[in-house]
């Protein structure tokens, strides 16, 4: 019970992040992706196949929040959760900077992805600008605190994430 | 390997597969009514979560707004404090315009003296293929205005001048026959002289005085006004216009006169209708 109020509590927190990204989006012009970095902290504390699971169902509530084409986001996560999947263990994921790096290769991947979506579905909008170099760092350095406040908040009682 | 084997052993391709699968099938359907319809429902939820957090981020950026504002504020001041000196005189002015123009009001009020008021009305409509013909104006029943109410312009101050006459009437609009529309037929006479004939329009700025008597003593520049015919309601010595050239028609032996209008009926944004 106390694990499904801190999944709660975690969607909540992730719903009103985006909210809060959305609106520096419109002073900055980029919008640091939430569910990208919870995505990310699923891969790194979570394994391999909740990652997929994970990734495609911020996916889909990245699309409902977004005005983007449904179903362009739960494939691009659920991408990311997969590939970056494989390398779940393999580094300290407590350590920022492997987060830091885990989140621009997220980021580089879901360029990617967004951008082959854009060429195989013509609704699928991809905006060639300065904006994309700008992004994996911006989302880095936000998804950074995102990934330490949602491990705080999904805890386990053993004291790990 | 048994499936389960398979399923267990690649279990993150598997679900990965899955997903894939679903989001294109998703990527298709984008744009399907009822996806749309559920995001729609689900914005409308999410959006009552966002709104305090977009008020609670967009505060410090109004705090730094605000005191942006402050450092244009003394400038804004001065260019404020222009303006309301500049107010004042116009205010000032428009004492003034508002006094003469009720005076005018005043006086254009006894020119017709005992015949109703003068009812001010804006002209709504007037189509470009009835230009002489009729207008709407936004004055009806619940105005005062009645069937064959003489319909009047003051584009020249020093006098009132006849147009036409109130049609039809609705609850809230009024329907002007101009006295240039061939419909129109109007009592007139000869200021000074009792000659009188009937002012029928032709389409033209130019109607006519037709049933002028031959021995009517008409001559061009005289001034025309309208006459009052029991149990018309057209009121007598309204300024129509001036007579332009007189003939003798062989064919009736009645004269008729050319007229020219003294309102500028052209040019029409507002007109007075003379109400009992």
């Known amino acids: 019970m106390r694990s499904f109020f801190a999944y709660i509590v975690a969607m909540v927190f992730l719903v009103l992040a985006d909210a809060v990204a959305a609106r520096l989006a419109i002073v900055t012009g980029i919008k640091p992706d939430v569910f990208l970095a919870a995505t990310v902290f699923t891969v790194l504390y979570r394994g391999h196949a909740p990652a997929v699971l994970t990734g495609f169902l911020l996916g889909l509530c990245a699309d409902l929040l977004q005005p983007t084409v449904f179903g362009a986001n739960a494939l691009r996560l659920a991408t990311v959760g997969y590939v970056l999947g494989w390398l779940h263990g393999r580094f300290n994921e407590d350590m920022p900077h492997v987060q830091a790096g885990m989140l621009v290769a997220a980021s580089c991947l879901g360029i990617l992805i967004m951008g082959l979506e854009a060429l195989a579905v013509s609704s699928v909008s991809f905006g060639y600008s300065w904006r994309v170099a700008v992004m994996p760092p911006a989302d880095a350095l936000a998804g950074v605190p995102v990934i330490v406040l949602l491990a705080q908040i999904l805890r386990r009682p053993d004291g790990t994430s | 390997m048994t499936v389960r084997e398979f399923l267990r052993v690649h279990q993150a391709t598997v679900r990965y597969l899955g997903c894939a699968s679903v989001s294109v099938g998703l990527l298709s359907v984008s744009s399907a009514e009822t996806v749309q319809a559920f995001r729609s429902i689900a914005a409308y939820f999410l959006g009552l979560t966002q709104q305090p957090v977009h008020r609670v981020v967009a505060y410090p950026s109004d705090i730094a707004g605000r005191l942006m504002a402050a450092v244009y504020a003394t400038d804004e001041n001065e260019r404020l404090r222009d303006l309301a000196k500049r107010m004042h005189v116009y205010k000032i002015r428009a004492e003034q315009l508002e006094q003469d123009h009720a005076r005018m009001r005043a006086v254009l009020g006894t020119r017709p003296t005992g015949m109703g008021r003068l009812l001010n009305a804006r002209v709504q409509r007037r189509e470009p ?20 109410a003489p319909v009047l312009t003051d584009r020249c101050m020093e006098s009132v001048q006849i147009i036409g006459r109130i049609w039809s009437v609705e609850e809230e609009t009024a329907r002007v026959l101009l006295i240039t529309d061939p419909l129109s037929g109007i009592p007139v006479g000869i200021a000074g002289k009792t000659a009188q ?8 700025p130019e109607p006519t005085i037709e049933y002028l008597l031959p021995e009517s003593d008409v001559a061009p520049g005289d001034r025309v006004v309208t006459v009052t015919l029991p149990p018309g309601i057209m009121t007598g010595n309204l300024d129509v216009g001036s007579v332009v050239s007189v003939e ?16 500028n009926i052209s040019v029409l944004d507002h007109v007075l209708v003379l109400v009992p």
Do not use: E, M
Not at chain 2, 129 to 148: C, E, S, Y
Not at chain 2, 248 to 263: C, D, E, I, N, Q
């Open chain 2, 129 to 148: 293929h009835q230009w002489f013909n009729t207008l709407i104006i936004a004055r009806g029943k619940r105005d005062g205005i009645v069937p064959d």
């Open chain 2, 197 to 204: 004939g009937v002012l029928l329009g032709n389409g033209t």
């Open chain 2, 248 to 263: 003798l028609s062989p064919r009736t032996g009645f004269k008729s006169a050319r007229v020219t209008l003294a309102g």
